[in-house]
């Protein structure tokens, strides 16, 4: 059984958290974070994100996962990866297996999917994209790096979702938009046209506000 860190300590962290137990693959260590917010589902705190280097482990033999949560653009889970790499962690894809992901899905060092999301055939995952509850990633989707999509969302078909943005809960993107980086699509939109500016879109269908 392989040995797991979990890197952060909120609520985004107890679902990751329970994913890991019911994927039955890994021991989890404990869990890190800038405070100590007490036990997580049982699980220790292990202090700030520099004691992994007191860690008797050979450098990239400690697998992590990054499970801080993104509402707004994924720049700041970015910079916490990119903040992690003198640690040399592996951070391997985790996937619930309450979860449907077909063949032929590629990419998602950092990934998160969560219990009952669909990724289809053809999709690309980027690092540190995080594909919520219950929602749908169709046949060749390509999310970018640091995407969120939100719970519930359906991304159609041939979407491409550019780097940093987040899809929130229950949009849908029909077939073969493409989203333009760091554009954050609020709750309950419909995207119907691409989007090709960075913003906030809202309504049905999605424009932009800001």
């Known amino acids: 059984m392989n040995s797991i860190v979990v890197i952060g300590g909120g609520g985004h962290a107890k679902v990751v958290?329970?994913?890991l137990r019911k994927m039955k693959k890994y021991r989890i260590l404990g869990y890190t974070d800038i405070k100590d917010n007490g036990t997580l589902l049982g699980i220790?705190?292990?202090g700030s994100d520099v004691e992994l280097l007191s860690f008797p482990a050979e450098p990239g033999t400690i697998q992590a996962v990054l499970a801080v949560g993104q509402i707004g653009l994924g720049n700041l889970r970015q910079?916490?990866?990119?903040?992690?790499?003198?640690?040399?962690l592996s951070f391997?894809?985790?996937?619930?297996?309450?979860?449907?992901?077909?063949?032929?899905?590629?990419?998602g060092e950092a990934a998160t999917i969560m219990d009952g999301a669909v990724v289809n055939?053809?999709?690309?995952?980027?690092?540190?994209?995080?594909?919520n509850t219950n929602?749908?990633?169709?046949?060749?989707?390509?999310?970018?790096?640091?995407?969120?999509i939100g719970p519930g969302a359906t991304i159609c078909g041939g979407v491409t979702v550019g780097q940093f943005s987040m899809i929130g809960a229950?949009?849908?993107?029909?077939?073969?938009?493409?989203?333009?980086?760091?554009?954050?699509?609020?709750?309950?939109?419909?995207?119907?046209?691409?989007?090709?500016?960075?913003?906030?879109?809202?309504?049905?269908?999605?424009?932009?506000?800001?």
């Open 79 to 88: 910079q916490l990866w990119q903040a992690l790499q003198p640690l040399r």
């Open 170 to 210: 229950g949009v849908t993107v029909i077939q073969g938009i493409k989203i333009e980086a760091s554009c954050v699509v609020g709750a309950g939109a419909t995207v119907v046209a691409d989007l090709t500016e960075p913003g906030l879109y809202v309504g049905s269908p999605a424009h932009r506000i800001k």
């Open 17 to 19: 958290i329970s994913i």
């Open 92 to 107: 391997p894809l985790i996937a619930s297996p309450h979860s449907i992901v077909n063949e032929e899905v590629s990419g």
């Open 44 to 46: 220790s705190y292990l």
């Open 135 to 148: 929602s749908t990633v169709e046949h060749d989707v390509v999310l970018e790096d640091w995407v969120h």
């Open 121 to 131: 055939t053809g999709a690309v995952l980027g690092r540190g994209a995080i594909v």
